[in-house]
């Protein structure tokens, strides 16, 4: 019994995302739909869609959720996608509000509905160096609405710039904190750089 | 630049490439990425020996990391270069060891990236252990498949880490004390952004110490 309980944490060890891999909550609602391609992609579009998933929670590898503006399940252990719980990552967050495809090379703007779950390849370093044919790097100063800001870790959209020094960043911050519009100075934080997307069409 | 309206045209030519490319299913390959012949680990059969080195830092990965990372890593920081048979890495820690970064080999499909090197990647350490495998679903090889890199963390005594691809096993040494950073083009679901590592940790004479699967999922 011993050796199967230490093989079995090995397991867990292994797998690097610890016994949280068996959940299956919140996920369960979600679907695979195809994304709906668009010809438009304007910015207060992209201001409502991420508007409206704050309040939704935060799940680290996530990109599902609903609007009935509760976390379901909140304080998940972090950094553990096999949580399974309500809500986008930073980066899920972004792919979504910026109408991305799950293949880098395409430029297109897909549209993707709240319950369905999906991350995309990117992850915060991969938006900060504009990887990516609908991403590139943007210059801070001149950063403006639905441009986001992204270091190696995170990355938030600017909901809208402000007059001092900072910014109404709507982003997926962490467990704790949901998804949610935060006053945040990254404008000014050498850590992070200007990235935006291409293809706005208003 | 986007390349979704030449779709069609990429479909065909993707098409003519897969009818004459031919190969790689099955079979321990006899080559490294690099042309190097690849030795077999011993105590595992048909396995291949991905090459694995300490070197200083000394510039080596100014092409794969952004400048705010860069000034996070000191100069002289050990870094552990892996060349195996699907892909090559960097790995390196940051300055005050709470962050551990990789540069991932292969193309860049958007072509915004030159080689060798596809995208960096940063994960956060506790300890010696990274918390999210750091999944990278980025990059291509050579014949355009995709290639997935994830950390793994060795469990203690772990001094070689196995991960089984199409008919063979890749070994890649535990080394610096960092997580290891595999690749594999096997268990990749890119609609899904995850993949599946099927990986056994060995000690140091080559005993299983530990077997399971790794599912990462493109996080952060």
């Known amino acids: 019994m011993r050796a199967f309980v230490a093989m079995l944490a090995a397991g867990f060890a292994l797998s690097g995302v610890t016994g949280a891999q068996a959940y299956h909550r919140f996920w369960a609602n979600c679907n695979t739909d195809p994304p709906t391609f668009m010809t438009t992609m304007t910015r207060d579009a992209a201001q409502d869609y991420a508007n409206a998933a704050r309040y939704e929670g935060y799940q680290w590898g996530g990109g599902c959720w609903n609007y009935d503006e509760v976390d379901s399940y909140p304080d998940d252990p972090p950094q553990q996608p096999g949580t399974h719980g309500e809500g986008g990552d930073c980066s899920g967050l972004t792919f979504k509000t910026w109408r991305e495809s799950t293949d880098t090379w395409r430029d297109g703007r897909y549209y993707w509905r709240a319950l369905r779950n999906v991350h995309g390849p990117y992850d915060a370093a991969a938006f900060r160096d504009g990887n990516g044919a609908p991403n590139h790097v943007v210059a801070k100063a001149t950063a403006g609405v639905m441009d986001a800001f992204a270091s190696g870790t995170h990355i938030g959209m600017v909901f809208m710039r402000s007059l001092y020094g900072g910014d109404q960043i709507v982003e997926a911050k962490c467990e704790a904190c949901g998804t949610n519009i935060f006053y945040r100075t990254y404008r000014g934080d050498s850590a992070y750089g200007g990235v935006g997307r291409w293809g706005w069409t208003g | ?220």
């Open chain 2, 1 to 220: 630049m986007g390349l979704d309206r030449l779709m069609p045209s990429a479909a065909a030519l993707a098409l003519v490439v897969a009818g004459c490319g031919g190969g790689g299913g099955g079979g321990r390959p006899s080559r490294l990425l690099d042309g190097r012949a690849a030795a077999q680990f011993e105590p595992v059969g048909g396995s291949v020996i991905a090459s694995g080195r300490v070197l200083d830092l000394d510039g080596g990965a100014d092409g794969c990391l952004a400048a705010p990372d860069r000034a996070n890593v000191a100069s002289d920081a050990k870094m552990v270069e892996r060349i195996g048979v699907d892909g090559e890495s960097l790995t390196f820690a940051s300055r005050d060891g709470s962050m551990v970064y990789a540069c991932d080999g292969g193309i860049d499909p958007a072509g915004e990236r030159h080689l060798p090197w596809c995208h960096a990647v940063v994960g956060e350490l506790d300890g010696e252990r990274v918390l999210d495998p750091r999944l990278d679903v980025i990059c291509r090889d050579r014949r355009r498949r995709p290639v997935a890199y994830a950390f793994v963390d060795p469990v203690a005594g772990a001094r070689w880490i196995g991960v089984r691809k199409d008919g063979y096993v890749e070994i890649y040494e535990v080394l610096a004390g960092l997580p290891v950073r595999v690749a594999t083009v096997r268990g990749i679901d890119l609609e899904n952004d995850t993949a599946a590592f099927e990986v056994t940790q060995y000690d140091a004479v080559g005993r299983e110490l530990v077997h399971g699967e790794l599912e990462a999922a493109v996080a952060g």
